[in-house]
């Protein structure tokens, strides 16, 4: 079984930055699939972010088209926190952010994810 609390949401201009957290419980967490998802107000919930784990110290990480050389996905398995670096911020970027695990295999479809956490709101300005 693996809980999820994301924090780190909030209110900025477009054009800033911020960190969504994503803390996690499980022994295994170290070999989850990790992946960042998001809902827009009257959208449907869609892919943002994943980091899947090889073996050892390797990782394949994966971003939806949208958010490809602005956010960053990272790990900090001492932690058992999965991280979402978001820059240059854009009003479109408004929404709930979701984290969800799954045991193995990189997915970008939700359903292929078997824990959730409740979400973060990002809201960015114009």
């Known amino acids: 079984q693996v809980q999820l609390v994301e924090s780190g949401g909030g209110l900025v201009q477009a054009g800033g930055s911020l960190r969504l957290s994503c803390a996690a419980s499980?022994?295994?967490?170290?070999?989850?699939?990790m992946g960042w998802f998001r809902q827009a107000p009257g959208k449907e919930r869609e892919f943002v972010a994943s980091?899947?784990?090889?073996?050892?110290?390797?990782?394949?990480?994966y971003y939806a088209d949208s958010v490809k050389g602005r956010f960053t996905i990272s790990k900090d398995n001492a932690q058992n926190t999965v991280y979402l670096q978001m820059k240059s911020l854009k009003p479109e970027d408004t929404a709930v952010y979701y984290c969800?695990?799954?045991?193995?295999?990189?997915?970008?479809?939700?359903?292929?994810?078997?824990?959730w956490g409740k979400g973060t709101q990002v809201t960015v300005s114009s």
């Open positions: 969800a695990a799954k045991s193995y295999g990189n997915s970008r479809f939700e359903s292929h994810y078997d824990y």
């Open positions: 499980g022994r295994t967490f170290s070999s989850y699939t």
């Open positions: 980091m899947s784990w090889t073996g050892a110290t390797t990782y394949y990480t």
